[in-house]
């Protein structure tokens, strides 16, 4: 990785309005370093230019910050552990569950998680659809992984009274808006300025009505 990669990562985090503490700015060079490592093997990204994935994983992801509420986080579709391990990463104090269906993107993770001494991260192989917890999730979040209506309909059992459905999308998914089922209201649409990407990022979220 090049030497100015927590450089980069601070100062994109800085763009952002994410103050990071020096060891939170090495822990996701340090991802990153094994992300580009694996990858090789792996294939667990199309990113394999070291400074894009600064951007394109990191900053992406650290750009859901402002809109997490609660502790408890669902990363569904997580692949390479994204946005879950950057947000773990970035916020200690919650507790992340990082779920797919592939065992060999769920071996880096697990890796990931270890070398980094994320003790606030889980590790679950399942489809969203299939996975029950014994407790509901404050948070659940995809990035890009499925239409927004297959999201929605697969994963909105676990997702507790009052929690918030977060999902992020490159251009603005009109289409995908117009078929969600509307019982949890329209999305919220937030446009997100990614420092150093020219490509569009949205974040879209629903809020689980109480009963």
């Known amino acids: 990785m090049p030497p100015d990669t927590a450089d980069r990562i601070a100062a994109g985090a800085a763009g952002l309005g994410v103050t990071l503490p020096p060891a939170a700015v090495d822990a996701l060079a340090a991802y990153l370093a094994l992300l580009h490592k694996w990858n090789r093997a792996y294939n667990l990204t199309a990113v394999r230019d070291p400074r894009d994935m600064v951007v394109r994983h990191v900053l992406d992801s650290l750009a859901l910050l402002p809109f997490l509420r609660g502790t408890r986080l669902l990363d569904v579709g997580t692949g390479a552990g994204l946005p879950g391990l ?95 089922p509307g019982d949890w209201g329209r999305p919220h649409v937030e446009t997100l300025h990614i420092p150093g990407l020219k490509a569009q990022r949205h974040l879209l979220w629903l809020e689980k009505p109480h009963p």
């Open 86 to 180: 950057v947000l773990a990463v970035a916020r200690p104090e919650l507790a992340v569950t990082l779920l797919d269906s592939s065992a060999k993107k769920l071996r880096f993770v697990r890796q990931a998680a270890a070398e980094l001494g994320l003790a606030n991260t889980g590790v679950v192989q399942a489809r969203m659809q299939e996975y029950r917890p014994e407790q509901s999730f404050d948070m659940v979040v995809s990035r890009a992984v499925a239409s927004l209506k297959d999201l929605y309909l697969q994963s909105r059992h676990l997702l507790a009274p009052g929690g918030r459905m977060l999902f992020m999308k490159g251009a603005l998914p009109e289409t995908e808006i117009g078929e969600l």
